[in-house]
């Protein structure tokens, strides 16, 4: 997620203290060959394509499969309400459809026998867009360019004194070590990657990039670009995990690892739907990519909560497509969001959901209510630090569910650096580099030290790997004091520890030169 105020993906975006209550013990038992037939249909059964309701707007929707009801029986059902199957995924029992039918999910909620949840991904009808520039990024001027290759020492990329991040979690000493295998790749679910940079082309998978906008993978040559005029978003991920180590800009985390992009966001909203996410966990898996960085959260909800039924099979989808992955040898990191939010609180206010028609304010219990696919389970959650190793003011924490902290970027922490700028340098479209702050900035550093450890240990599984991230972290205690938005010192009230854990660092500040040793 990058600095507030900006309209770039809000993304960041936010492991779980509790299991979440997701239906996923019935997921797991889905498999391809199932061949029980479904339970009798309900009334619904008696609606036909033909005589369906077509009087309302557009929308996609998720349907989440029992366990022993087959695609097949789905597709048909989706049918007679008047529904368009978009994709299915037999591995997971999930149908991704589309109807202007206003009583969809209500119909095919009421057949039990073939159907967990039913939801729309979406409360706004969909429509062509337009694009439209982020605008959020701050450019590297060609002044303090100069200034940081005059600095840079032998060893170094050109840009990197600029990069304090990198010293933050000893990436650079890391290097002289292992820069990562070329058997591991990240995943970066986000806006696209512009392949073309050339700090990205050496270390760029085409193979495993796609566009999954819409449900569908797309892997026709450069659909995970970015899309004209659109966010430099995933770009800049995408430097911070893997730039090549190359005598150009700048250096990853884990400059000698594979980089893929999955494009999920919407075109000129940068939206990130369900059926997309769906889409770019299942493709991750489906390609043998091993760690994937989600600097987001899934639209239009901020949380999701499971009272709601539509919101509920959007927990569930997606949950499965998680854990699905996970299963496969995929690790799943995600940003913990920066609303300056306690993610463990009992209530907190989301005043900005859904985000793609009228916001409707309302008190949510983030521990039923989840923010995705930060808190669900198995998911590597990580809180944003600067360069004075304090909480970003704008960063989301909370005990118990931000596992660890990584460097994000924070104007108000100035480092010792040739540009004296806080923030996080990175490779940007169109073979440039910027500056951007948010947690979306910590997740990718993260992402590279998991890769990092992958290089290091093949076998090792998902579990293992965040347990070792958690392990070799540096404990950072609750400190007295932390910048406000404003600039300002105030006493860091809001910081609570218990288990070895704080609530604004986890376990703490990942460390990449133990990953490597």
Same mark, same amino acid.
């Given at each position: ?219 026709t040559e450069g659909a995970w670009r970015p899309y004209a005029d659109g966010s430099d978003h995933g770009t800049h991920v995408a430097g911070t995990i ?141 809180? /944003? =630090? ?10 989301? &924490? %909370?005990? *118990? !569910?931000? #596992? ?30 910027g500056y951007k702050q948010g947690t979306s900035m910590a997740a990718p550093h993260v992402a590279g030290v998991a890769a990092l450890l992958k290089s ?35 006493? /860091? =009230? ?10 604004? &660092? %986890?376990? *703490? !500040?990942? #460390? ?6």
């Open positions: 997620m990058d600095q507030p105020g900006s309209p770039a993906p809000k993304k960041r975006g936010r492991a779980r203290a509790v299991p979440v209550g997701l239906a996923l013990t019935a997921s797991l038992a889905f498999l391809p060959a199932v061949s029980a037939s479904a339970a009798p249909l309900g009334t619904a059964d008696a609606v036909t394509a033909s005589k369906a309701d077509t009087s309302g707007p557009k929308l996609s929707y998720v349907a989440n499969l029992n366990t022993y009801a087959t695609v097949k029986a789905a597709k048909k059902a989706v049918e007679r309400a008047g529904g368009t199957v978009v994709t299915a995924y037999e591995q997971i029992g999930v149908v991704v459809a589309h109807s202007q039918n206003p009583d969809f999910a209500k119909q095919l909620r009421a057949q039990r026998g073939l159907f967990v949840s039913v939801g729309a991904t979406r409360t706004a009808p969909m429509s062509a867009v337009q694009t439209t520039d982020e605008g959020a990024t701050q450019q590297l001027g060609a002044a303090d360019a100069a200034k940081a290759a005059a600095a840079a020492q032998e060893g170094q990329e050109p840009l990197e004194p600029n990069q304090w991040d990198l010293r933050t979690i000893k990436a650079d000493k890391a290097h002289k070590i292992n820069d990562g295998s070329r058997n591991v790749t990240v995943g970066i679910i986000d806006t696209g990657v512009d392949d073309t940079h050339p700090d990205l082309a050496p270390n760029f998978s085409k193979g495993q990039s796609a566009n999954c906008v819409g449900g569908v993978a797309d892997t893997g730039a090549a180590r190359n005598g150009i800009g700048v250096s990853g985390v884990a400059p000698g690892v594979q980089i893929a992009a999955i494009k999920v966001s919407e075109p000129g909203t940068s939206l990130f739907y369900t059926e997309a996410v769906v889409c770019g966990f299942m493709f991750a898996a489906e390609k043998g990519i091993e760690v994937t960085n989600n600097s987001y959260y899934v639209d239009p909800w901020l949380f999701n909560c499971k009272s709601d039924d539509d919101q509920k099979a959007l927990v569930e989808a997606i949950g499965r497509a998680t854990k699905y992955a996970e299963r496969k040898g995929t690790l799943h990191v995600a940003s913990a969001g920066n609303s300056n939010q306690d993610l463990a609180a009992d209530s907190l206010v989301d005043d900005t959901s859904p985000n793609d028609t009228t916001p409707v304010p309302r008190t949510i219990d983030p521990k039923v209510c989840l923010d995705l696919p930060t808190q669900l389970p198995g998911v590597v959650t990580v809180s /944003a =630090t600067g360069d004075k190793g304090l909480r970003s003011y704008y960063s989301s &924490y %909370g005990l *118990g !569910v931000v #596992d660890v902290a990584a460097p994000g970027g924070d104007k108000w922490q100035v480092p010792e650096t040739p540009d004296a700028n806080g923030r996080v340098l990175s490779t940007v479209p169109g073979g440039l580099y290091a240990h093949p076998s090792a599984t998902p579990s293992q790997l965040q347990a070792m991230l958690k392990a070799q972290s540096t404990k950072a205690a609750c400190p007295t004091q932390i910048y406000d938005a404003a600039g300002a010192l105030i006493d /860091a =009230t809001t910081c609570q520890s218990k288990w070895g854990q704080t609530g604004y &660092y %986890g376990y *703490g !500040v990942i #460390d990449a030169l133990k990953a490597v040793k």
